[in-house]
């Protein structure tokens, strides 16, 4: 397996980017890059040569987050202006705009079959599920904060939640805070499982294996992947290689690899069965906020694509094989 680089598009966007994700082909056309930055905008690129489909506006501070619908119709968009926006993603038709607190979104994903969107919700110290139907807040999951902090404990206002990620099944939902913990949800119960250890300083990112609904990968500001059975409760193992935090980590559609992306400024590909990085592409001179394997899908497309973007304004785009 090895990344090799395709296209970048230097000043993407006016200021750093922060956030993408792959909106999944329709039958009607092929999978699209959405990139999502502090200039207030969502950009749509079209693949290989990162042709620029469209602009969207309708934010009033940065962008933090991007999400898309499975179906490839829709996506959302969550902005330090404390709203998300649901937009259709052909026409850019807003169809619901969903009201956070302060701030208070830096992750969110929809559930594999696309009936709710999850949403990170900050120093709420919780996790919101919207319905997609409806668009009705339909579920708050709580983090149980600690029971007594002493006085000179600060973990109690560290449990802000960053990153939010769907096991493939959907039964499970699982969440990442600040002061490195990861709390795993059943859904259907509204019931907290259980807390995960081995990260010690804030988990920016989550991901779990597209093959196997019980590994979840979790990447750190201690620079670490841990890779973790999200059911036992134990952490099958560390791999380490970043020179400083790890900002984003996707996983291969065949479930063989994840993707990194750091405040080193490097992208760096794991071989699993190795667990250890196999490669690193340096394309960007400043932190890699997100990286972003293309879900599988679309006529006649065979070929695997990562897409990363950055602080430094740029997108990048690697063929994976």
Not at 181 to 191: A, E, L, N, P, Q
Not at 270 to 292: C, E, F, G, P, Y
Request: hydrophobic letters at 40%; aromatic letters at 6%; a negative charge.
């Amino acid at each position: 397996m090895k990344l090799a680089g395709l296209k970048s598009i230097e000043n993407a966007h006016e200021d750093s980017v922060w956030a993408a994700t792959w909106v999944p082909a329709t039958e009607d056309r092929l999978a699209l890059l959405l990139t999502g930055s502090l200039d207030e905008t969502v950009k749509l690129w079209r693949p290989d040569e990162l042709d620029l489909v469209r602009t969207n506006t309708g934010h009033s501070l940065g962008v933090a987050a991007v999400a898309a619908h499975p179906s490839g119709i829709i996506a959302a968009s969550s902005s330090l202006d404390s709203f998300v926006r649901v937009f259709d993603v052909d026409t850019n038709a807003t169809i619901a705009v969903l009201e956070a607190p302060p701030s208070e979104v830096w992750g969110m994903q929809f559930e594999p079959k696309g009936t709710i969107l999850a949403v990170a919700g900050g120093s709420s110290a919780s996790v919101k599920l919207w319905d997609t139907a409806s668009w009705r807040l339909i579920s708050t999951l709580s983090i149980p904060r600690p029971e007594a902090p002493k006085p000179s404990d600060k973990s109690s206002s560290k449990k802000f939640v960053l990153s939010v990620a769907w096991s493939p099944n959907g039964k499970r939902l699982a969440c990442g805070s600040m002061d490195g913990t990861i709390c795993v949800f059943d859904v259907d119960r509204s019931k907290l499982l259980h807390e995960l250890e081995g990260h010690n300083m804030p988990v920016r990112s989550l991901v779990f294996s597209p093959v196997d609904p019980r590994v979840l990968f979790s990447g750190s500001d201690d620079g670490h992947v841990n890779m973790h059975d999200a059911e036992g409760k134990t952490l099958l193992g560390s791999m380490s290689g970043h020179t400083s935090w790890v900002l984003s980590v996707d996983a291969s559609p065949d479930g063989g690899a994840i993707a990194t992306g750091s405040s080193d400024r490097t992208v760096r590909l794991w071989d699993l069965k190795m667990r250890a990085a196999i490669q690193t592409m340096s394309n960007h001179n400043d932190q890699v906020w997100s990286v972003a394997f293309r879900p599988p899908g679309g006529t006649g497309v065979r070929a695997g694509r990562l897409a990363s973007v950055s602080d430094d304004k740029s997108v990048s785009l690697y063929d994976y094989s």
